[in-house]
Structures are given as structure tokens and as C-alpha cells.
């Protein structure tokens, strides 16, 4: 059983950062890709950003490249996403992501219905 913890979410005035942190256990980490989506109330969820199982190849979002930094540290079994620069429109549970299947690389997380274990999100609020 896969399980996904993430942390480090909060209140943050427009422009400033934030920097969440994902656990995760029941598997060999190092071996999936990881990522983070992100979901507001009314809307669909939506990707945000992905690293492949080695942690050579990430990818983003349009919305956030320049901005969000994603990471992982294998020895902490924990990925990371860097949010610098936070807009109002960037509120939302963002929740962690675990590929299904290993060594992915995690490109494909922008299309519809990704194979992937969730965890319970945390919340990111942006004031304005």
C-alpha cells in the first residue's frame, strides 16, 4: 500500500513563497515518478508539475514554469514543490502524485486519467 503524506502548505501573501514536501512509503521510492496536482472547488484537478523516477527529467504546467521548482531527495523518500512568486489564481489543495507503474518519467501527467496513487492534499491560500 502506497501512502503519500504532503505538508507545508498555509497562508501566503500574492508574490510570496511557499514550499511543500510529500512523504511517501510502501514502496521503493526512487523507482516512480512523482508529481503534485492541484484542485479548486467546482473545477477539475489539475496537473501542475511531475519528475521522472530518477529525478533527471521534470516537467510543468504552462502556468506555473518559471515560478514552481520541483524536486525529490531519494534518501528522504520525500518530493518537494518550490512555489516562488504565488498569484491569487494559484489557491487551491494541491494534492501529491505517485505513478502506478516504475521507472516513468512522468510526461504524460498533463493528459486526462494518468495511472497514479494520490495522497489527501494541502491547502495553499493566496492572498491578494
Known amino acids: 500500500q502506497v501512502q503519500l503524506v504532503e505538508s507545508g502548505g498555509g497562508l501566503v501573501q500574492a508574490g510570496g513563497s511557499l514550499r511543500l514536501s510529500c512523504g511517501a512509503s510502501?514502496?521503493?521510492?526512487?523507482?516512480?515518478?512523482m508529481g503534485w496536482f492541484r484542485q479548486v472547488p467546482g473545477k477539475e484537478r489539475e496537473f501542475v508539475a511531475s519528475?521522472?523516477?530518477?529525478?533527471?527529467?521534470?516537467y510543468y504546467a504552462d502556468s506555473v514554469k518559471g515560478r514552481f521548482t520541483i524536486s525529490r531527495d531519494n534518501a528522504k523518500n520525500t518530493v518537494y514543490l518550490q512555489m516562488n512568486s504565488l498569484k491569487p489564481e494559484d489557491a487551491a489543495v494541491y494534492c501529491c502524485a505517485a505513478d502506478v507503474n516504475p521507472f516513468t518519467l512522468g510526461s504524460n501527467w498533463d493528459r486526462p486519467h494518468p495511472n497514479l496513487y494520490w495522497g489527501q492534499g494541502t491547502q495553499v491560500t493566496v492572498s491578494s
Open positions: 510502501g514502496r521503493t521510492f526512487s523507482n516512480y515518478a
Open positions: 519528475i521522472s523516477w530518477g529525478g533527471r527529467y521534470t
